[in-house]
């Protein structure tokens, strides 16, 4: 299947990304690697009449770390945000999850903020965002704004972003320190898109527990003063209320089965790898 026909604008400055937008709202998509938005074109599960290419936009290339955080603009590739070398220290969370997105040649075209702005359920970024914390910068021409990381994904390919809005940039929060973190995810394949995956940080103060593949965006829950004695008790618990889809890959029954058991091994594993300071 090929896409729709659509109209092309490669954007060569973000005011002329901007002004696009504004013109043609809802009718426009922002595209930058592809790798999200290509194939559902493909499969015309979207279909805009206009696609705004931004890759070349080189101020939107921008990474950056400080004690608050760390930063990637909208074209910085999944890829290139992997290599930098103060990521496992600076985010040890992305640093360990994010070899299981996709495959190296999908992270070398797929930017952070693109496979953010799709709000794929199933996806790991949309996932972790969630479960680190964080804010979303929204850019349009009537000024710039800035989204916690909770109130951005509002269902199955659903954001905060409005129609003349682009996502400029997104700040992950920098871990507690003494943090202990942890990730892992089932899929049928390396690469594919999970089944159930989870995301575990384990603070002095408790646990904060993500979980992606359950519902139509992802679901995270804070746990303070969690002791390891009643983690199971509370995954079981947690499993028991979660209400999944069923789908030909996993009924809704195996997914609160994985959710229990990775949720379990993940929770020990950020718990184990917490430490005083």
Not at 68 to 93: I, K
Not at 105 to 123: F, K, V
Not at 176 to 190: L, N
Request: glycine share 10%.
């Amino acid at each position: 299947m090929k896409p729709a026909a659509f109209s092309y604008i490669r954007a060569e400055s973000l005011g002329e990304a901007l002004d696009a937008l504004e013109q043609y709202g809802e009718d426009a998509r922002i595209i930058a690697g592809g790798q999200s938005l290509g194939p559902m074109l493909n499969m015309r599960l979207a279909g805009p009449e206009v696609l705004i290419d931004i890759m070349g936009l080189k101020d939107l290339d921008r990474i950056e770390f400080t004690d608050d955080g760390a930063m990637a603009a909208a074209c910085v590739t999944q890829a290139r945000f992997m290599g930098r070398l103060e990521l496992p220290r600076a985010q040890p969370l992305l640093h360990e999850a994010m070899p299981w997105i996709g495959h190296v040649q999908t992270r070398s075209r797929g930017t952070i903020c693109g496979s953010l702005a799709n709000a794929d359920p199933a996806a790991e970024l949309p996932l972790l965002l969630g479960t680190i914390g964080g804010v979303v910068i929204a850019q349009s021409k009537r000024g710039q704004r800035g989204i916690p990381a909770g109130d951005f994904f509002k269902g199955m390919f659903e954001t905060a972003l409005e129609p003349d809005e682009m996502l400029l940039a997104v700040k992950f929060d920098a871990p507690k320190p003494g943090s202990g973190v942890a990730f892992t995810e089932m899929a049928e394949r390396h690469g594919d898109f999970a089944i159930v995956a989870v995301a575990a940080v384990a603070d002095q103060d408790g646990v904060t527990l993500g979980l992606g593949g359950i519902g139509p965006k992802p679901i995270v829950k804070r746990f303070d003063g969690l002791a390891e004695r009643d983690v199971k008790a509370v995954l079981v618990g947690l499993a028991k209320s979660l209400d999944p889809q069923s789908d030909p890959k996993a009924d809704a029954a195996y997914r609160r089965r994985l959710a229990r058991e990775l949720g379990l091994q993940t929770v020990l594993k950020a718990m184990e790898r917490r430490h005083a300071v």
